[in-house]
């Protein structure tokens, strides 16, 4: 799946975060709709490098310290601890997409590969009983 790349938000600081904030609840959303793990796989990826993007501009000089430390100093603490949770984050992104990697290139990848086997089998099974039908009900029986 092809994945549309948006235009970098625009702007600094507070703005620029927000929109962020915006765009990612979306992409959220349509990963938690998702089911089909071909399809999972490349949005979490997408995601993977919308976060980075978007943790580093919160952790940037423009970012969530200068919007919090000065107007809110008694938030210091609810900041940091959400800062120092954005490797860990990340880290669990990576997880889930290593794993969701593994199973497309493995498991997942060997039920497809057994399932259009088997279409493949079952069409020659189809195609030869139909020639049979027609060798013996039109060739045989009709004349032939």
């Known amino acids: 799946m092809k994945r549309h790349r948006k235009a970098p938000p625009k702007g600094r600081g507070v703005p620029r975060i927000s929109e962020q904030h915006q765009e990612l609840r979306h992409a959220l959303e349509l990963i938690d709709a998702t089911e089909d793990l071909t399809r999972l796989v ?55 997409i290593e794993r969701g990697d593994a199973l497309l290139d493995g498991s997942v990848k060997q039920v497809v590969d057994d399932a259009r086997a088997l279409t493949r089998r079952l069409a020659r099974h189809e195609a030869a009983e139909t020639a049979l039908l027609t060798d013996a009900v039109y060739s045989d029986i009709g004349g032939g």
């Open 42 to 96: 490349p949005l979490l990826q997408g995601l993977r490098g919308d976060l980075a993007a978007h943790f580093a501009d919160e952790e940037g000089e423009d970012g969530l310290a200068q919007a919090v430390g000065p107007a809110a100093p008694h938030h210091l603490r609810r900041l940091e601890a959400l800062l120092a949770e954005h490797a860990q984050l990340l880290a669990s992104l990576d997880d889930v």
